[in-house]
Structure formats: structure tokens, C-alpha cells
């Protein structure tokens, strides 16, 4: 039975590259994996498969019966609706540990690292297969994509150190001037709607049995955000209320001032302004050297639910 590789639901370039990365090394090794996607590619992740020539993965988001390796992710809410009915065979994953669980054995690649590709890179380092270059170069996009081009905090030497090798073995020496025009691409949102932007990078979170969601746009100038914060904050209060959510926020990050305004809806904000110690003004806040929703968000976040 083939294997399917994918990432989390809304998925990024990491979620997209890495279930084709790490498909490619299961086939290598005798195992027949099919790379596959939860959802619709977001326009980096585009540019990334135009560059090196790929089509996007399968998309599938029933798995009953199948056997998965999942990548990106270990949170139930970011996985299939009917993951229950599948075998989990296999994680690789750079967040905290999730709350999925299998009832039979499994492989588990799970580091603390700004990318889940900076660990399939070990993975064909351990396997000792070689990577081609088309597949170096998507991985190398989602590192890069991952860390912010090395800015986040959630970056380490061993992202930095896969880059390096990666870009040698696809070819691109600059991959800083890659990594630029990857994020310009992201900080295009022209004719895209309010909630579709709320929802491109997007993940639900359940805080001690409170649900909350966290989306994220990260862009190279917040000045794009001008004219549309007023609406992003209007859709984020029907997003939650639709979605019986306790809090949504959306964080508009600027890669550039190393900074993120974090726009605020919620049934009592003062869990989230207890969280970060600090004060709310119209529901946003700017919060200096804040790149990571998963290093510098959630752990602050999720024990002010407990
Ligand atoms: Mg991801
Ligand atoms: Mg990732
Ligand atoms: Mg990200």
C-alpha cells in the first residue's frame, strides 16, 4: 500500500515541499509514498513549484484506510477530518508535540528547528540518498519561507547549515535574494478578498479546550495593511463568532522592522492582554521582534486558557 505525504491543513510552502521532499526519499528507500495536500497552494508556494518545475501534490482530504506520513504538523485540528480511520505510519514535524495519537508504532522525526525540511534533510543525510536538484531547491524555498530568510527567532545552525548545502546542490548562490522575492510575492494581496487573506495562513488551536484561531501574513512593508486593517478587524469578529471561537487573531508581520501588529477579536481580550502583559488599544498591538506565531504567539497564549 503506498504511503501518502502531507502537510497541515491551509498548507504553507513547508507543508507543500516537504510532502513532496519527503515522498521522493520514501520512494528512493522502497517505500511507495504519493506526496498529497490538505488544500489549495498560496501563491510563494506557487512560485516555489513553478521555479523548480513541479506540480502541485495530489490534493486529498479523505484518508480513511490509507497509511500517512504526515509532516508540519501533530495537532489533531490541523489534520483530516477522518484521520482517526487512517494509520499514521510516520511524523516529521518542527512544532510542539500535538495532540494526535496512533495506536500502533510509528517513525518519529520531530527537532526543535525553524523547518520541517531542515529534517528531511537529515532524513536523506541518514538514509544516504541523495537529493536532486529540483527537490534541493523546493526544500531549501521552504526553509527559508520557514525562517523568515534566518530572521526568526525559531531559526537554528541547522537550518542555516541545510540552506547552504541545499543552495549548492540546486544551484543558487543567492538564495538571500531568492528568499527577498519569495516574500514580495507573499506581500502581494491585490484583488484578494478580506477572509481570504485572514485564511492563508491560518490555524485553528484548541487552549485547554478553548478554541482559538491565529492566522498570519507576512509581508515585506505593513504599509500594504493601511487600508485594510479596519476590515481585517471587522471580518475577524464574524470569523469568530461563525467559528464559535473565544479568540482570533491575525498577525501582520513585517519581515523587514523585525516586528508584528497583532489584531485582536475576542469574548474577553483581557486573557490575551494578561498573556503578553500588555494593553490593547482599538484591538491591535505592536509588538517589536515578533516573528514567530509558534515561539513567540502560542506559548504565551495558550497557558493564560489553562
Ligand atoms: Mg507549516
Ligand atoms: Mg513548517
Ligand atoms: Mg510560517
Known amino acids: 500500500m503506498a504511503i501518502y505525504t502531507c502537510g497541515h491543513t491551509t498548507p504553507d510552502s513547508d507543508s507543500i515541499c516537504s510532502a513532496l521532499s519527503l515522498g521522493y526519499l520514501l520512494n528512493q528507500i522502497g517505500r511507495e509514498a504519493i506526496p498529497a495536500r490538505q488544500g489549495a497552494l498560496n501563491p510563494e508556494t506557487q512560485f516555489i513549484l513553478d521555479k523548480f518545475g513541479f506540480e502541485a501534490p495530489l490534493l486529498k482530504t479523505k484518508f480513511a484506510g490509507c497509511e500517512l506520513f504526515i509532516a508540519d504538523y501533530s495537532d489533531r485540528g490541523l489534520a483530516p477530518a477522518d484521520i482517526d480511520e487512517a494509520t499514521i505510519v510516520g511524523i516529521v514535524d518542527h512544532h510542539k508535540l500535538g495532540d494526535l495519537t496512533t495506536s500502533a508504532p510509528l517513525e518519529c522525526w520531530i ?30 524555498c521552504a526553509i527559508l519561507s520557514d525562517t523568515v530568510i534566518f530572521k526568526s ?77 479596519d476590515d481585517f478587524q471587522e471580518d475577524l469578529e464574524k470569523l469568530r463568532i461563525e467559528n464559535n471561537l473565544h479568540t482570533a487573531c491575525l498577525i501582520l508581520t513585517d519581515i523587514m522592522k523585525e516586528g508584528s501588529e497583532i489584531l485582536v477579536a475576542s469574548s474577553d481580550k483581557s486573557i490575551f492582554e494578561k498573556a503578553f502583559d500588555i494593553t490593547l488599544e482599538n484591538n491591535k498591538i505592536w509588538m517589536p521582534g515578533c516573528l514567530s ?14
Open 153 to 229: 527567532p525559531t531559526c537554528t545552525q541547522k537550518d542555516i547549515d541545510a540552506v547552504r548545502e541545499l543552495s549548492e546542490i540546486c544551484g543558487i548562490e543567492d538564495f538571500g535574494a531568492l528568499g527577498m522575492e519569495m516574500f514580495t510575492i507573499k506581500s502581494q494581496m491585490d484583488g484578494v478578498g478580506i477572509r481570504d487573506l485572514i485564511l492563508r495562513d491560518y490555524k485553528p488551536f484548541d487552549m485547554h479546550g478553548t478554541a482559538v484561531g491565529i492566522g498570519q501574513l507576512e509581508v515585506v512593508d505593513l504599509a500594504v495593511f493601511d487600508t485594510m486593517k
Open 111 to 140: 527537532r526543535p528547528v525553524g523547518c520541517s525540511n531542515t529534517i528531511v534533510k537529515e532524513m536523506y543525510d541518514y538514509h544516504k540518498v541523495e537529493i536532486p536538484a529540483n527537490i534541493a531547491g523546493i526544500m531549501m
Open 293 to 306: 506565531r509558534k515561539k513567540q504567539i502560542i506559548p504565551f497564549l495558550e497557558p493564560a486558557f489553562k
